[in-house]
């Protein structure tokens, strides 16, 4: 490991490599992923359109108009459990975002961090905590934390804050912590992470030097969406999707959902053609 990644520590004198492991810009995979759509003549992609809610039994109300469809599949990311519930589905999951922010490694040494660098995971939370990335530019970055949002736009400090989403993901998030013990303990620690010491202390755990001045917050943030099962009040660890005779809904593409976005494509095309005939 040390000749792979000369700055990290190993956990217990032990560390998983995982050679196949890659960073890619996602931005460019989907405009490929886009020409090659619109090359085949396939598909049409309408952007600018939010889904309002249904009109007919296979009639979707939008804000360009009415799309009819014989078979809905919603892929909504943050909004999928808005749109389930508009077809009586998902009612027992609720989304609750979580904002993840980054700090950057300028250091001159950042050279040394060759690829990944990722701490062991508690797998209580389906949260990877904080970890070293190269990006595809080179750039290094740390983080991201687990802060729950205000508003599934909640990108900034206060901006994007919705105070129609503020009410349901506070009542959430407090069920979350009177009832999940797991869920508390991240609750308690995460938020402390805004401070820069706390932020710090756990990119250090990582490396086998680090100081702070060696990272700098910036301005790339995330936001997660998790879904909640309300039954359990727990976080739900993995895909789901449900479905009925006109609609397929996948409901928590939690991470790696990107990373797995092309095995989980066709897992769910196979799934698709034989629940639909598509």
């Not at 040390?2 to 700055?7: G, M, N, S, T, V």
């Not at 990108?155 to 009832?179: D, H, N, T, W």
Request: charged residues 20%.
């Amino acid at each position: 490991m040390a000749e792979l990644e000369p700055l990290a520590k190993t956990m217990a004198n032990q560390a998983l490599y995982s050679p196949e492991t890659a960073v890619v810009e996602p931005k460019s995979i989907l405009e490929a992923l886009k020409s090659d759509l619109l090359a085949s003549a396939r598909a049409t992609i309408q952007t600018n359109t939010a889904f309002l809610g249904l009109k007919g039994r296979r009639e979707a109300a939008t804000s360009q108009g009415t799309i009819n469809f014989n078979t809905f599949i919603n892929t909504a990311g943050l909004n999928s459990d808005r749109v389930a519930h508009s077809f009586g589905l998902g009612k027992g999951y609720s989304m609750v975002p979580f904002k993840g922010i980054y700090h950057q490694f300028i250091s001159p040494r950042s050279d040394l961090v060759r690829g990944n660098i990722y701490p062991v995971p508690d797998i209580r939370n389906p949260f990877l905590g904080v970890h070293f990335t190269r990006g595809a530019s080179g750039r290094v970055y740390l983080g991201p934390t687990s802060i729950p949002a205000f508003g599934r736009n909640n990108y900034g400090l206060l901006s994007g804050i919705s105070f129609r989403e503020f009410p349901p993901i506070i009542k959430a998030i407090s069920a979350l912590f009177l009832k999940n013990p797991a869920f508390r303990s991240l609750a308690l620690e995460e938020p402390r992470k805004y401070l820069p010491h706390f932020f710090y202390r756990d990119a250090k755990a990582l490396l086998k030097e680090l100081h702070s001045r060696e990272i700098r917050r910036c301005d790339k943030v995330g936001i997660r969406h998790q879904l909640i099962d309300l039954k359990n009040w727990t976080l739900v660890m993995d895909f789901l999707s449900e479905q009925d005779d006109r609609s397929f809904h996948l409901l928590n593409v939690v991470s790696p959902g990107f990373t797995s976005s092309m095995s989980l494509a066709g897992v769910l095309a196979d799934k698709l053609q034989a629940s639909f005939s598509l």
